[in-house]
């Protein structure tokens, strides 16, 4: 089982990883997406295979999402910077259209995972995705935090 969830690591990693500016293997971010992998697979009880499965779909939405993202907020930059534009309204209605994007892409990614996943599974994917960002983020400022105050924890 260990070198099955092993074998799973790497490939995640070798797919999360495989961008041109992505960080060299091995470092902290392989690691904790090893651990969310193995967090995964015990809460919601499934094989290394669908674990894969999810991560992939996970990272292709949080891709499309990042980039319409992107999209939307570059076109509220030019808004602001120009709020006297003759073409205000359209990129309103831009923004709004790419807003629906968004949401069509997250209401895509549950029908997506419905292939896979029960209903109660993608709930709890959900919820540990949430947790565990929050664990993360609190984790980090606890960090700066105790480098700050001169108290590295090693």
Do not use: H, W
Request: hydrophobic share 35%; glycine share 2%.
């Amino acid at each position: 089982m260990k070198i099955i969830i092993l074998l799973a690591c790497l490939f995640i990693s070798s797919v999360a990883f495989s961008q041109k500016d992505g960080p060299p293997p091995g470092g902290p971010r392989e690691e904790l997406l090893r651990v969310k992998m193995q967090k995964f697979m015990e809460a919601l009880q499934v094989d290394s295979v669908t674990a894969i499965k999810y991560f992939e779909k996970a990272f292709e939405n949080r891709k499309a999402l990042n980039q319409l993202n992107r999209k939307r907020q570059k076109l509220m930059d030019e808004i602001e910077s120009n709020l006297d534009a003759a073409d205000l309204s359209s990129k309103l209605d831009r923004v709004q259209e790419i807003e629906l994007e968004i949401t069509n892409q997250r209401k895509s990614f549950l029908t997506e995972l419905e292939t896979f996943l029960t209903s109660k599974q993608i709930a709890q994917a959900i919820l540990l995705e949430k947790r565990f960002s929050k664990k993360l983020k609190e984790e980090i400022q606890k960090r700066k935090r105790d480098k700050y105050d001169g108290n590295p924890e090693e």
